[in-house]
């Protein structure tokens, strides 16, 4: 983002509402109790210093495995319904075909 003062003036308004807006989306301020024990557990094992650090690290790290749990459950889903039994199919197919190409050489 270009700094405030480059703009011209009637940008100021629109820029920092952006601004405002882009900060207010990815940051908040937020007051919460944290057990010390657990907290200095999960900093020497992210190898985080600081307490911020260590929370965003395992809020994270929850969506990421929780996005793909969910991955897993789609595709398990998938397979149990029987979308990639012509897939595996045709992979067996092709498969045995190159076996029987081998062998007639």
Not at 12 to 31: F, G, N
Not at 87 to 102: E, I, K, S, W
């Given at each position: 983002?270009?700094?405030?003062?480059?703009?011209?003036?009637?940008?100021?308004?629109h820029?920092?509402?952006?601004?405002?807006?882009?900060m207010?989306a990815?940051?908040?301020?937020?007051?919460i109790?944290?057990?010390?024990?657990?907290l200095t557990?999960?900093?020497?094992?992210?190898?985080?210093?600081?307490?911020?650090?260590?929370v965003?690290?395992?809020?994270?790290?929850?969506?990421?495995?929780?996005?793909?749990?969910?991955?897993?459950?789609?595709?398990?889903?998938?397979?149990?319904?029987?979308?990639?039994?012509?897939?595996?199919?045709?992979?067996?197919?092709?498969?045995?075909?190159?076996?029987?190409?081998?062998?007639?050489?």
């Amino acid at each position: 983002m270009a700094p405030l003062l480059s703009l011209a003036p009637e940008c100021w308004s629109h820029t920092l509402d952006a601004y405002i807006a882009t900060m207010e989306a990815s940051v908040s301020v937020t007051q919460i109790d944290l057990d010390d024990d657990v907290l200095t557990a999960a900093m020497r094992l992210m190898g985080t210093t600081t307490k911020k650090d260590t929370v965003n690290n395992a809020l994270r790290e929850y969506v990421a495995r929780t996005e793909r749990l969910q991955a897993a459950e789609r595709l398990a889903a998938r397979g149990t319904a029987g979308e990639f039994d012509a897939a595996a199919a045709a992979h067996t197919a092709a498969r045995l075909a190159r076996r029987g190409q081998a062998e007639n050489r």
